[in-house]
Structures are given as C-alpha cells and as structure tokens.
C-alpha cells in the first residue's frame, strides 16, 4: 500500500508538465495505460520484486491520472456543475477501493488483478471519444478549435464569450508571469500556502495507514465481525460520505463542506486516539 503512494510522488510531478506539454487528453491516455499495465503484471508475475516494482507503477499512474483528470474536470464542465463533478471524482475512487475489497473477499490477489484490469482498458476505451480541455487549447493558441468545442459543449445558446474572455485574460497572466519568479509573489504564495496546508491536513489525518492497515486494526480490536468484513463496511461508510458531502458541496460552498468535513473527521478519530493510547500504556495483565 505505501509503494503507491510513495510512488505517487514523481506521477504527480510528471503529469504537471505532460498535462501542459501533451495535453489533458493524451496524458491521461498515456498514463491509463500504465496502470493497465501494471494490473497485468501483478497477475502475471509471481515473484515479490516485480509485484512491487508494478505497484510503483500503480503509484505513478494513479499520481499521474490524478493531476490530468483534475485539470481537465476543472476546465470542461460548466462552472455550475464544477462542484458535482468533483463530488463525482471523489465517490468514483471510493468505490473503486470498496469494489477492490469487496472482490479481494473472495477472490486471490491475481483474479483481482485481472479483473482490474478491465476498469482502466474500459476508460482507456472512453478516452479516445472525448474532447480536450477547451482551456488549453485556448492557451496553445488554438482560438477557434477552442470556440467550436466550447459551443458544442455549453450548447448553442450559451453565452460563450464571458468564459472566452476569462482564457484570454488567464493567457495574459500565464504570459506575465511564465517564469519562477512568478510563483515568489504574495497572492501566489498565499494560494500555494492554503492548498499544501489542506492536502497536508488531509494527509496527516492517517486516513491512508488506517485504510491500508483497516484489517489489522479490527483483528487488534477483537471486532465481533470478520476483519475484511468489517473493513469493507468502513468503506461503505467512506463512500456514503464522499457521496453526501460532494452534494453539499454547490450548495454550501467550499469552505463551509470543507470545515464540517474536518470536523466530523476529527470526532471521529478522537475515540480511535484514546483507544491506542490506552492499549500502549495499560499493564499487559488489565
């Protein structure tokens, strides 16, 4: 679990430049296929180096697809239904680890790894069919390619040119400040500061160790439950929140989701704080 997002690392940083340089579109095709790939290994490949060294690049896909499909969920849709499309993205990974531990129930590692596979040779499929960021190609110069798509997309009554008008004063702005320098000033050091601060929160909260480690926990507990089972509730649970919270989300804004969110995170865990404190430091006799 800790190679992939260990490895995640260097996909993020990858996609960051071939999302600009390649586009959305060709970058999300190309790292589909490397956690295509990657599935295929684990279930061919027996032996623990090559297992790991495919979970690495799982880890590079997923850091990969992640940055891609950001940015392009960001600039295609309607800025209306941005919110929702988000909440979609979130319930979407959800219920992949929820569908991962549901067939990892019944069936060996491999199987699982094969029926994997399909997931991404499906969205690889998908992707052929769908259109760049009209954003991008606005930046690359592409004006009309970028008006076309932008009015096949908002439909033929939409007002257009507001959001044509926004690319071309962010063209301006990339072009003013397209250097290093340009990340020194205050308004983008505040923005930088805000974002690391919340995925630095959300990284810190344990919610992957306790995700990856969800069995052992429940065995340590001695759950009335089967571990896996219970496990699998949890991202039951998971899942219901991503859904819930993605739908409040264009109706409470963004900051009011985001506290609420924190909060009921750390409720939470308060009770799973005290139970490991106190299992570390009662008498192996009580």
């Known amino acids: 679990?800790?190679?992939?997002?260990?490895?995640?690392?260097?996909?993020v940083w990858m996609a960051g430049v071939l999302a600009?340089?390649?586009?959305?579109?060709?970058?999300?095709?190309?790292?589909?296929?490397?956690?295509l790939f990657s599935w295929i290994f684990i279930a061919l490949f027996k032996t623990p180096a090559a297992i790991l060294g495919a979970r690495v690049l799982s880890g590079i896909a997923v850091g990969g697809i992640t940055v891609a499909a950001d940015s392009y969920l960001t600039?295609?849709?309607?800025?209306?239904?941005?919110?929702?499309?988000?909440?979609?993205?979130?319930?979407?990974?959800?219920?992949?680890?929820?569908?991962?531990?549901?067939?990892?129930?019944?069936?060996?590692?491999?199987t699982?790894?094969?029926i994997s596979a399909?997931?991404?040779a499906i969205f690889l499929f998908i992707l052929f069919f769908i259109p760049e960021s009209p954003t991008l190609l606005y930046l690359k110069g592409k004006e009309e390619p970028a008006r076309k798509l932008l009015r096949r997309l908002r439909g033929p009554h939409a007002n257009i040119e507001d959001e044509l008008k926004s690319y071309r004063s962010l063209n301006l702005g990339s072009q003013d400040r397209a250097s290093w320098r340009g990340l020194l000033e205050r308004e983008t050091l505040k923005k930088i500061a805000i974002i690391s601060g919340l995925f630095v929160l959300q990284a810190f909260s344990g919610e992957i160790?306790?995700?990856?480690?969800?069995?052992?926990?429940?065995?340590?507990?001695?759950?009335?439950?089967?571990?896996q089972l219970s496990a699998i509730i949890m991202m039951a649970m998971q899942l219901f929140g991503s859904l819930f919270f993605g739908m409040l989300l264009d109706r409470f804004g963004r900051k009011r989701t985001l506290i609420v969110s924190f909060l009921v995170m750390g409720l939470s865990l308060t009770p799973m704080v005290a139970w490991s404190y106190f299992v570390r430091n009662l008498p192996d006799d009580k």
């Not at 679990?1 to 996909?11: D, E, H, K, L």
């Not at 995700?211 to 001695?222: D, H, I, K, L, Q």
Request: net charge negative; proline share 3%.
């Open 118 to 120: 399909v997931l991404p």
């Open 112 to 114: 699982v790894a094969l």
């Open 1 to 11: 679990g800790s190679m992939v997002q260990i490895a995640g690392f260097p996909g």
């Open 20 to 35: 600009t340089v390649m586009g959305r579109k060709l970058c999300m095709i190309l790292f589909t296929i490397i956690m």
């Open 209 to 227: 160790n306790i995700m990856v480690n969800a069995s052992r926990v429940f065995e340590t507990v001695g759950s009335a439950i089967d571990s």
């Open 75 to 110: 600039e295609v849709p309607d800025i209306d239904v941005r919110g929702i499309m988000f909440g979609i993205t979130s319930f979407s990974y959800v219920s992949g680890e929820l569908l991962m531990l549901c067939l990892g129930y019944w069936f060996r590692y491999y």
